[in-house]
């Protein structure tokens, strides 16, 4: 039987942010490798499932839903860059973070993951 061909980096890539909206984190996981890294530039970097699933699931607490509007997705080779606005819907606010992200892509699983943001934005939106 024939290996299935690995996907291209911006069909993974396009997968993984559409992934979001169903908040299903074993889903979101499964297009990550097991020693990705992912960055979100104002804070630490965290490295390995087990430490990004603690992540995700810390920051999409409260949420009840979770989208990553993908406004333009580009790709050179193995490195995806989107511009997006994600979107964090509760029962009491709506958060709107105009978001670039950078993903390096090997073997059809993202391998890093950094998304440049205004932490001062997403912070601000909360307390209003």
Do not use: K
Not at 26 to 41: K, Q, S, T
Not at 78 to 93: G, P
């Amino acid at each position: 039987m024939p290996t299935p061909p690995v996907p291209a980096p911006l069909d993974v890539v396009t997968s993984f942010c559409a992934a979001w909206s169903t908040l299903d984190i074993d889903r979101i996981m499964g297009l990550l490798a097991e020693d990705a890294v992912y960055h979100n530039i104002p804070v630490d970097p965290v490295v390995g499932h087990e430490a990004i699933r603690a992540t995700i699931v810390g920051f999409t607490a409260g949420w009840d839903s979770v989208a990553f509007d993908v406004r333009h997705a580009v790709a050179d080779g193995a490195v995806v860059l989107t511009e997006r606005v994600d979107r964090f819907v509760s029962a009491e606010r709506t958060v709107s973070l105009p978001v670039m992200g950078t993903f390096e892509v090997s073997d059809g699983l993202i391998t890093a993951w950094r998304d440049y943001f205004d932490l001062n934005q997403f912070m601000s939106q909360l307390s209003d």
